[in-house]
């Protein structure tokens, strides 16, 4: 049972990570609709926090770029909203794990399996949204410049895969302890 125990304990860990990883998420999603109205109004509407405009983040923007931080802004919105509902879903997926004290249960492997659809899904399709979305606010606001917007979402491909193969594992276990005669 010293297996199970450090099973659980990364459940809890994970549990934490997750929520965390919400947390930033909405930050990230609250500072890109606070800089793109700052962005939207000009160099006059220019938050400062501690004496850092949100325009000193970005290396010292220039006026005429704004429209292109705009646009930028815009899609990270969507990838940061993207964002915080995989990490929703993984943080309730720990929780229920962790109820249940074991991940090799029919339906925390169907949760998993879930989870690996939303890791893989979400952020592949909210990055292609945001580029479309920043592509499209840079044309309509007749951005000079484009910020150098690079949605990525690699990483969460292989960590949707791995969600999905560690399911098959969770299931095998716990088709094999149902098998076991008590």
Known sequence: ???????????????????????????????????????????????????????????????????????????????????AVVAKFAELYFKRELAAGTPFTRSGAKELTRLGILTLAVPTGCAVLAAVVSGIAASFLRASETMDAHFDNGASIALGVMFLVTALLCRLGAEQAQAQPA
């Open 1 to 83: 049972m010293k297996t199970l125990k450090i099973i659980q304990t990364l459940a809890k860990i994970g549990k934490i990570l997750s929520c965390i990883a919400f947390i930033f998420a909405c930050i990230g999603f609250g500072g890109s609709v606070v800089g793109a109205l700052s962005a939207a109004f000009g160099g006059g509407f220019a938050i400062k926090l501690g004496g850092v405009t949100i325009y000193d983040l970005f290396g010292g923007v220039r006026y005429s770029e704004l429209e292109g931080v705009c646009a930028a802004l815009l899609g990270w919105m969507i990838v940061c909203a993207g964002d």
